[in-house]
């Protein structure tokens, strides 16, 4: 998703209810750049940094089930499935 972001930021905007133009392209590449750092970390072979990246993932996405300033959909859009890492990430360091 980070990647794909990175790669094309024009389409991130509009299903969010984000405003297009220049703004949108620079939160989505934003959103783009910390899910690509997030998911590098938690790919760490090394133990310790691996579940530094899974925490950092996880307070990262249960900032986004705050998202404001967005449209309705684009708020379930983001809120749940920030909701559905950060309770997914969590459960992985748990076990």
């Known amino acids: 998703m980070g990647v794909a972001a990175l790669v094309r930021p024009q389409l991130v905007p509009l299903p969010l209810g984000i405003s297009a ?3 949108g392209d620079t ?3 934003l959103f783009a750049i910390r899910e ?3 998911g590098a970390a938690a790919l760490q072979p090394d ?3 691996h579940r530094l990246g899974l925490a950092a993932g ?3 996405d249960s900032a986004g ?3 404001d300033d967005v449209s309705a959909t684009g708020a379930v859009l983001i809120g749940g499935t920030a909701a559905l890492y950060a ?3 969590a459960y992985v360091l748990v076990t």
């Open 21 to 23: 133009g220049s703004d």
């Open 27 to 29: 939160v989505a590449r």
């Open 36 to 38: 690509v750092a997030v």
């Open 47 to 49: 133990p310790t940094g």
């Open 58 to 60: 996880v307070l990262v």
């Open 65 to 67: 089930v705050i998202s």
């Open 87 to 89: 309770v997914a990430g």
